[in-house]
């Protein structure tokens, strides 16, 4: 056991440990150290520790997270939260109940196992957990979206589950090709907003007055019901896929198939691990598995891939999930999701127009930066769900107002808002609202915001004080 110390200079952030220095605990050290709380890092692996400590302004931790010792040495007892990311569920369950029993932070578990995943909330609320999160089974989600709108490139949810944010590429003569924001979303009937639009790689929050060109990447927000109307009315397919193929039959496999049969779509699961077949055999009856090795072009086609409408590679390998996507691009028509779970080369990976790409660790880190910041803030209102958008170049923010403020009760139009920012959406009593300058936000709305600015905790940074 030892301990690793870099200058860390004051800061007015939370004291945070992280427990493990896999590929998430790596992603959080980063995306925390960026907004400014203090870090200190758990593990056995020495080397690891050095790493990261030598890497980010961070302290480092040897030892094993779940004992006692070890979380005094990282200064629990001052801790405002500790996040277990290990890869042993048992072992976050533990490191949390300790730390909750000698210390009053908060704690987040990240627990994978099918076995835990009808029981997360039951373990939750038992553990006085503040969040238990399965990235496995919100890719899962996230890829099941996607199916259900297969001309979308990413569906990003919000206020439960009432609201989707689409993003689709227009394409060649398209009927939207040429229009204004205004002239697009002028039907009274159905509220749609239009809130951003990559082009030539900017990304542009737009005004009634901007322009839609083919070519351009859109993302519209609407309530869920409306999705499928809008991208019909844009021309565009809006049927969800009724097949779909996947290779790799791991834990988001498993999520995403029984998911998908409850939705009325046929699956095909292709296994190479004899064992892990017949066990997805016994797991999930309704799904066809396929002992065979997936990345062989003969068994694809034996498989009849050509004849897909949707294909997942899921095997855990970065590469062969890429090659696979490119070689189902060339082959079929089908809707391609890409896993991708390393978070370099982005831009190289966004240059072979992959289609739809998930990273799993960037959905396990902006549900707990979404969590930090409500911590740090709660005042007045929490942050219920946050997305890095476009590369991280904006994020999508949900807030949910609990008591009066400074943009309460006041009229959009004369709010004096940061450039770059557009309130997206307004949910009031399960009523979604796309918002005019006549609209007012008032206490128990949930509010969505796009902004290409970063780090807001609370509503009123939307606010120009300038």
């Known amino acids: 056991m030892g301990l690793f110390k870099n200058h860390i200079e004051e800061t007015k952030g939370l004291s945070i440990i992280i427990v493990g220095t896999g590929k998430v605990g790596t992603t959080l050290v980063e995306q925390l150290t960026k907004e400014g709380h203090n870090i200190t890092i758990i593990d056995k692996n020495k080397d690891k520790i050095n790493t990261l400590t030598s890497m980010y302004d961070v302290m ?3 030892g094993n997270g779940a004992s006692l010792n070890v979380q005094k040495d990282a200064n629990v007892a001052q801790a405002d939260l500790l996040i277990a990311v ?14 909750k029993q000698v210390s009053g932070c908060s704690a987040i578990a ?7 995943a009808d029981e997360s909330e039951y373990l939750r609320s038992q553990l006085g957990l503040a969040m238990i999160i399965n990235p496995e089974l919100e890719a899962a989600r996230e890829i099941a979206r996607l199916l259900y709108l297969p001309t979308a490139l990413e569906v990003n949810t919000f206020v439960r589950g009432q609201a989707d944010m689409v993003r689709f590429k227009v394409p060649q003569n398209c009927i939207i090709d040429g229009k204004t924001i205004a002239d697009i979303c002028n039907d009274p009937k159905y509220a749609v907003l239009i809130c951003s639009i990559e082009r030539n790689g900017e990304v542009i929050i737009p005004s009634g007055t901007n322009t839609v060109m083919s070519g351009d990447i859109v993302s519209f927000i609407t309530s869920s019901t409306n999705a499928k ?32 049969i409850k939705a009325g779509i046929d699956v095909k699961i292709i296994e190479s691990n004899s ?17 065979a090795d997936g990345t062989d072009e003969e068994v694809l086609k034996e498989e009849g891939l050509s004849y897909m409408e949707s294909f997942v590679p899921l095997t855990g ?30 831009k190289v990976i966004s240059s072979l127009d992959l289609g739809s790409v998930i990273y799993p660790r960037y959905i396990t880190s902006e ?39 400074k943009i309460t009760n006041v009229l959009l139009k004369d709010l004096k808002l940061k450039k770059g920012l557009l309130i997206a959406l307004i949910s009031r009593n399960g009523k979604i609202i796309i918002p005019s300058g006549n609209d007012e936000i008032k206490v128990g709305d949930s509010v969505v915001i796009i902004t290409t600015h970063t780090g807001f905790g609370k509503i009123e940074d939307i606010l120009d004080h300038e």
């Open 86 to 99: 290990t890869g042993s569920d048992e072992l976050n369950l533990l490191c949390c109940t300790v730390a």
């Open 110 to 116: 990240r627990v994978r196992t099918p076995d835990y």
């Open 367 to 405: 549900a707990i930066v979404a969590y930090v910041r409500a911590l740090k803030e709660s005042i007045g209102c929490d942050i219920e769900t946050l997305y890095h958008l476009f590369d991280s170049r904006a994020e999508g923010i949900e807030f949910k107002i609990r008591e009066d403020s």
């Open 60 to 62: 480092g931790v040897v």
């Open 229 to 260: 109307y809008f991208l019909k009315k844009f021309g565009l397919d809006n049927h969800s896929v009724k097949n779909t193929m996947i290779v790799g039959g791991g834990r988001a496999s498993f999520y995403l198939a029984k998911q998908l």
């Open 317 to 346: 390998i970065d590469e062969e999930n890429i090659m696979l996507t490119l070689h189902a691009r060339q082959i079929s028509n089908a809707k391609v999701v890409t896993k991708v779970n390393r978070m370099g080369f982005k």
């Open 275 to 291: 064992n892990k077949a017949k066990e997805l055999t016994d797991l999930l009856p309704e799904v066809t598995i396929i002992n």
